[in-house]
């Protein structure tokens, strides 16, 4: 099925309300598109604003995370970086492994590389692997 960017949007939000919810979070809608967060989760009376990202395995068997928007007006296409001071948790959703991936931003710099498969050079230092990012920090 052929998912437009939108629609891969929402999926990814409804496949992290699942997970969270199976985890046992309590799951917290904001009103408005306009929040820098998607969902707001509350467990163990602690409560964490989570955005959803939506990414594909990429080329070299990766999700590539950078931590930036964009989006388009009347003047074009403009892309920001996003204020992580905003944001708790990153939840990546991966089609191809049909999981959920967390982790808290402000521990990276610009971008994170989540390994799915070990890397075809038997590269191991800096490797991150998605399956370590499986719990909610």
């Known amino acids: 099925m052929e998912h437009h ?31 820098p967060f998607d969902l707001v ?35 074009g296409i403009v892309t920001k970086m996003v204020d992580k001071k905003e944001i708790d948790i990153y939840c990546i959703y991966c089609p191809q492994t049909d999981e959920c991936y967390y982790f808290d931003p402000k521990i990276f710099h610009h971008s994170i590389n989540l390994r799915v498969e070990a890397p075809k050079n038997n590269q191991l230092q800096n490797v991150k692997y998605a399956r370590d990012y499986r719990e909610v920090p």
């Open 5 to 35: 960017t939108k629609h891969k949007g929402d999926l990814g939000v409804l496949k992290a309300q699942v997970d969270l919810y199976e985890k046992g979070y309590m799951i917290l809608h904001p009103q408005t598109e306009h929040a």
């Open 41 to 75: 989760i509350y467990k163990d009376q602690v409560f964490k604003r989570v955005q959803v990202k939506y990414r594909e395995l990429n080329r070299k068997g990766f999700l590539e995370v950078r931590f930036r928007s964009s989006y388009s007006t009347s003047h």
